[in-house]
């Protein structure tokens, strides 16, 4: 059983529509959540990091971790067609720049 | 900062044949992550290196896989002989411990690499 597991989608929505994506993790011990962005044919790109449980916001991107249940998600308000990609959730145990473990992503394709 | 550069970006080899990835790292960034994506196995770390040092190979493959890092701006990663289950995107990642963010890794383009 992998570390941090993630639905491969694909997903399709319309323009316009709230996305929801989510990662479950096994290892109580990361304690920094990431979210990669990754367009098609480019190398992965972080779009938003969080520490430990609580929401993070940033424009219409909302970060969630609940470390309780080892579910975090990642929701997009508004979803646009640039915003289809696939998205990578990741983890971390430190601060330190070491190994991150990443979800295998989910594909998203927002149509408009 | 031009960002972490990757030669070449694709390349298409026959078995058996020797390939070797490139990568240059951003400048003042400490640690560098080699990895390789496909469809079905998602994104696989293969080893990662601090200040040129090796500290994690466990996701090589196997001994055709070898990576090195003989300074702060330069890696490789070979494969040899290679076979066509290594088609895959190989991306090169670089890091810094001064970041923010719980170390914020820095992709490259990747290399698109087919063995026929």
């Known amino acids: 059983q992998k570390e941090v597991e993630q639905d491969p989608g694909p997903l399709s929505v319309p323009e316009g529509a709230i996305v929801s994506l989510n990662c479950t993790y096994s290892?109580?011990?990361?304690?920094?959540f990431m979210w990669y962005r990754q367009y098609s044919r480019k190398g992965p790109e972080l779009l938003m990091y969080t520490y430990s449980s609580g929401n993070k916001e940033d424009g219409r991107f909302t970060a969630q971790v609940d470390k309780s249940s080892k579910y975090i998600s990642l929701f997009i308000r508004d979803s646009q067609p640039s915003d289809s990609a696939t998205y990578l959730c990741a983890m971390k145990k430190g601060t330190n720049a070491g190994k991150s473990t990443f979800g295998d992503g989910t594909t998203l394709t927002v149509k408009p | 900062d031009a960002g972490v550069i990757q030669s070449p970006r694709h390349e298409v080899t026959e078995m058996g044949q020797e390939v070797t990835l490139r990568c240059k790292p951003i400048s003042g960034h400490d640690y560098l992550f080699w990895y390789r994506q496909t469809m079905m196995r998602g994104l696989e770390l293969l080893i990662y290196?601090?200040?040129?040092?090796?500290?994690?190979d466990s996701g090589m493959p196997e001994d055709r896989f070898s990576a090195k890092m003989p300074n702060a701006s330069f890696s490789t990663l070979k494969i040899q002989p290679s076979e066509p289950r290594d088609s895959a995107v190989y991306f090169c990642a670089s890091s810094s411990h001064g970041l923010a963010g719980g170390g914020e890794q820095f992709f490259g383009p990747g290399t698109r690499l087919t063995v026929l």
């Open positions: 290892n109580s011990a990361f304690q920094y």
């Open positions: 290196f601090n200040n040129n040092v090796p500290i994690d």
